[in-house]
């Protein structure tokens, strides 16, 4: 196969191809291309034979019921022996919901641990006990809510083992409200 670069160019470029004028009076009205390619360098190259040349995938000339080659594999599908195998990555074993869940249970036993959820859930009823039970979930919300808002949102995307210790303070504000029970006898 011969380099594009090399056909069809014309070795002598100091002068341009005569181009007969459409006006002379001595034309005899033959083609004015067979005229113009009359410079043996500038002749088109005769074709070369038809090699199996790859078809081109247009398909927004062709319907799904349309395609001519069912089994053709499309462009952007990596054929097999192209990627390297790689080793099967094992499934995590536990959801997201329950990482999340046994995340923040675990935060709450170290809140209780600590002793910062009896110390809220003491805070929390004696507001209820001084007040009423309406200002005791008002100031349990309240904690909650401030603790997410200023303390937890900007800790959250820490490395996991210290935004876990930082979820501390909100998990133990969160069992605090839920465990407070007004008027109970226990």
Partial sequence: MTP???????????????????????????????????????????PAPEAEQPESCDNSELSKDDDPQPDAKPWFTPQPGYWPSLPET??????????????NVGAGAAGWAFGLSPTLGGWIADCGRDYSISAALVLGGGICLGIAAFWDRRTRHWYWPLAWFARIPLASAVTALALYTPASQL
Avoid: I, M
């Fill in 4 to 46: 594009w670069w090399s056909t069809n160019k014309p070795t002598n470029l100091a002068t341009p191809p005569t181009v007969p004028d459409p006006r002379d009076p001595d034309d005899d009205g033959g083609d004015w291309l067979d005229r113009l390619w009359a410079d043996e360098d500038l002749a088109p190259a005769a």
């Fill in 90 to 103: 094992p499934k995590p074993s536990l959801s997201d919901g329950a990482k999340r869940f046994l995340f």
